[in-house]
């Protein structure tokens, strides 16, 4: 990677769409204000109200690590459902210390607004379970909240995560608008990591400090194909020398000529990738993945710890979703230099839903 290529990355717009309603297409630092579908017009956007329902889906998904842990919780809305789930895994252990899902209607009780970075609020109620991304239109921290009930964990500990992530101080944001194949339209995509943790978490009878972790967070929202498949990689952590990193992967979503959401967060600079690709066992995916990107930056290995599914099969919907999380370890390279990962937090994932 040289340092040309950091220059690619030309700041987010102020909209998603143009005032003539053409989406702006390509790949961005830094925030946009507010994803804004429904001034895409012509052959961008669905016609009817309905196919809007239909099609829209939107969701936010954080993530925290220490040595220690790893936390993670997502609310999504895919129009005319909702659901959210929230999993912490024991990185000493090497075990799962809670995974719960819920299936909800989007409204009031479970909600992803249309602001991505400042003003963002996601969040999702039910009886015994809530969940919260939020961060103030003036503020530089994401401020996040889990509470399930011992019912609802299905043991006798319940998961409790209040925390925080820094956005002052980091890396800008990456904002990709992207072309939708298919029946779908576009979609615009916000990840941010490498960002400082704090807090506290409480699951399966422990508790845990966040000060000093890394997190990320991934604010998705557009009009998606009805069928839209694709494979993952999100990790935070610390290099060695204790700079923040964040990474972030995906092949067969947001990839067009123009467009790519692959980067790296390293300390303060953010960096554009090439294409990546994923080498794993979908028969059995506890077994090492292998992930690495076409210019050479990004080669590592992934040894899942625990998988969190969601498999549902309601005919006309049909979802394939596994979330293993686990360690990654191998090389990057950057400007001629090569940085070791050894045990770097992180998840993958592989996704084929029927929407």
């Given at each position: 990677m040289t340092p040309e290529r950091e220059l690619t990355l030309l700041p987010a717009p102020a909209s998603v769409a143009t005032a003539s309603g053409e989406p702006r297409f390509g790949t961005y630092q830094g925030e946009l204000p507010e994803v804004d579908l429904q001034k895409l017009s012509g052959p961008w956007a669905p016609a009817a109200a309905?196919?809007?329902?239909?099609?829209r889906k939107r969701w936010h998904y954080t993530l925290a690590t220490t040595r220690e842990v790893v936390a993670l919780f997502a609310v999504v809305d895919v129009g005319y459902s909702a659901n959210a789930f929230a999993v912490a895994v024991d990185?000493?252990?090497r075990k799962a210390l809670c995974d719960v899902s819920f299936l909800g209607a989007p409204g009031p009780l479970a909600e992803v607004g249309?602001?991505?970075g400042a003003g963002l609020a996601a969040s999702f109620r039910t009886l015994g379970g809530r969940m919260s991304a939020t961060r103030g239109p003036e503020?530089?921290?994401y401020r996040l909240q889990v509470d399930v009930s011992r019912l609802r964990t299905g043991s006798l500990q319940s998961f409790l995560w209040n925390g925080e992530l820094m956005v002052a101080g980091g890396a800008p944001a990456l904002t990709v608008i992207a072309p939708v194949g298919g029946d779908g339209f576009v979609n615009v995509t916000q990840k941010r990591a490498g960002m400082l943790a704090s807090g506290t978490l409480e699951a399966g009878g422990k508790r845990?400090?966040?000060?000093g972790g890394v997190g990320g967070t991934d604010y998705t929202q557009g009009?998606?194909?009805r069928h839209t498949a694709w494979r993952w990689a999100f990790l935070a952590g610390r290099l060695a020398d204790g700079t923040p990193v964040g990474l972030n992967l995906v092949e067969g979503f947001n990839e067009s000529a123009r467009v790519n959401e692959n980067a790296l967060w390293l300390g303060e600079r953010i960096l554009p990738?090439?294409?990546a690709t994923f080498e794993y066992d979908r028969e059995n995916l506890m077994r090492p993945w292998r992930v690495r990107t076409d210019d050479r930056v990004v080669d590592l290995s992934f040894q899942p710890l625990h998988v969190h599914r969601e498999d549902h099969d309601f005919k006309l919907v049909v979802s394939h979703f596994a979330q293993p999380v686990g360690l990654f370890e191998g090389t990057l390279r950057v400007d001629g230099r090569t940085y070791t990962l050894s045990d770097m937090?992180?998840?993958?994932e592989d996704q084929d839903m029927l929407w």
């Open positions: 309905r196919a809007r329902l239909l099609k990185l000493k252990e249309n602001k991505p503020d530089e921290r845990f400090q966040l000060d009009y998606l194909a990738l090439g294409r937090p992180g998840v993958t």
